[in-house]
């Protein structure tokens, strides 16, 4: 059997529009890319082929009969929609690792390892054991020389790279091997789903070789990106550090992100609302009342994202009702409370939007299929928490070790020099006493 090297599917030549086509003259070829990595990199033409959940499931459960080295990835900007359901149990005989991919999207105010900690429990709380933690940024190469040594010192001899669709899993398996060539082996694009199928290759990693293998992305149904061509992906993912769109914002005031998400500020006090997205997505300010002939009738016009075609398949926008603590007393129960020292709305797949705690009641607008999610402030708040706790404390009792250790060997150091000195000093008295007895 013979597969893709770019996408891991298997090669034929019989069907067009099913995954590994190739001609036959390129079929009889040594190590040929089957026609849709061929256009991909090419012509940045993408033609989507879907994995099932359940066909996914069967590909990566082959990590459970050879176990190797996992390299869990993550995408710092969508990190709920990082997530696999059921990790715990596709890595159950496995040594794991995180990778948090595109760090280079972070703003510059954001220390990654400040994360580490609020990301590790994030992961373990779904039973997932993790050793490393690991902040990349596969693109720009940050952070992948210290990966690089941890990989050439674990024993395994074989790493996989996991996630879900479109977290950078091939970009940064390239990344590894990129010393040895120049183009990149494993197909990547901007459209989640790139890879299809399970794909190996060797190489050495500071003189060791290990066998590493890209494997497909998870595609969950519940991120934003899911339902954009790439047109639009490449105005709504961010693909550079993100500037904070920061709106002050009145009652009765509402902001469209394109025609993707809506965010309605119904009552409460004025005040500042961030919206952390990419920095080409259009923002749109407009007044509660007119929201609705907006979303309704100048989609194209003034929200321009998604084009039409996307449209067609972009789910209708559900409301999901939100208060602060203060308000939501008064109000029924489908309200969600917000905590009072702000929050992160997430927006799987686009980035989110951050409140600070000021008393709000308002609506926001995600796609049917794509579930609320509030978390602490990732900004300002989880990215201020000290580094890992952990560390620090393996840090700690390192020192109070080492200080005992130093003790105890002063302490030694003291012993002996007594004993030598009492020694010294026995020698001395016994030669005088053996000359006085002679
Ligand atoms: N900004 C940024 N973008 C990245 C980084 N790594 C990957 N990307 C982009 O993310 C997109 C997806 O990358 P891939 O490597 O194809 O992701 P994947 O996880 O292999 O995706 P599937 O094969 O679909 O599961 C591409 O547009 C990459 O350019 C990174 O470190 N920073
Ligand atoms: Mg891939
Ligand atoms: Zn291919
Ligand atoms: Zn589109």
Redesign the pocket.
């Known amino acids: 059997m013979k597969i893709c090297s770019g996408c891991g599917a298997e090669l034929q030549i019989q069907d067009e529009n099913a995954p590994g086509y190739v001609t036959s003259s390129a079929f009889t070829r040594e190590n040929p890319l089957c026609r849709r990595c061929f256009r991909l990199r090419h012509y940045g033409e993408f033609i989507r082929v879907q994995l099932g959940a359940d066909d996914y499931r069967q590909e990566v459960s082959r990590i459970r009969e050879v176990p190797g080295r996992v390299l869990y ?1 993550l995408d710092v900007f969508d990190l709920s929609g990082s997530m696999i359901p059921g990790a715990a149990d596709i890595l159950r005989s496995c040594e794991v690792d995180l990778v948090v ?5 972070l703003p510059r105010e954001v220390v990654p390892a400040r994360l580490e900690h609020w990301i590790r429990r994030e992961v373990e709380k779904t039973g997932v054991q993790v050793n490393g933690v690991f902040f ?5 190469g940050k952070g992948m020389k210290e990966i690089k040594e941890h990989l050439a010192r674990v024993p395994e001899s074989i790493i996989y790279a996991l ?10 398996l ?1 990344r590894l091997i990129r010393n040895s060539r120049e183009e990149s082996v ?10 299809l199928r399970m794909v190996g290759q060797k190489v050495e990693i500071e003189g060791n070789t290990k066998q590493i293998m ?1 494997t ?2 998870l595609l969950q149904g519940t991120r934003i990106s899911e339902w954009l061509c790439p047109k639009c992906l490449k105005i709504a ?4 550090q993100l500037r904070p769109r920061i709106y002050q914002l009145r009652p009765a005031q509402t902001i469209f992100l394109g025609g993707l998400v809506r965010f309605d500020f119904v009552s409460g006090a004025p005040q500042s609302v961030v919206f952390y997205v990419s920095n080409e997505l259009p923002v749109h300010r407009t007044k509660l009342e007119r929201a609705p002939e907006i979303q309704e009738h100048r989609h194209q016009e003034i929200l321009k994202i998604p084009c039409r075609d996307c449209q067609e398949n972009y789910p209708s926008l559900l409301p999901h009702k939100l208060a602060t603590r203060r308000i939501v007393s008064a109000l029924s129960s489908n309200v969600q409370v917000l905590d009072v020292h702000g929050v992160d709305l997430v927006l799987p797949g686009l980035g989110w939007i951050t409140l600070f705690g000021s008393r709000f009641e308002g609506t926001l607008w995600l796609p049917e299929g794509v579930p609320l999610t509030i978390r602490r402030r990732f900004i300002g708040d989880i990215s201020r928490l000290p580094i890992e706790r952990r560390s620090q404390l393996s840090l700690h009792r390192q020192k109070t070790f080492t200080s005992a250790t130093e003790t105890t060997f002063r302490s030694e150091r003291i012993q002996t020099q007594r004993r030598d000195t009492r020694n010294k000093a026995e020698i001395r008295n016994r030669s005088l006493k053996r000359g006085r007895d002679h």
């Open positions: 990835v991919n595109k760090i280079d999207l990349v940024s596969a693109e720009t996630g879900t669709a479109n977290v950078g899993k091939s970009t940064l390239n494993f197909t990547t694009s901007r459209v989640p789903g790139t890879t890209d497909p992305g993912v961010p693909r550079a």
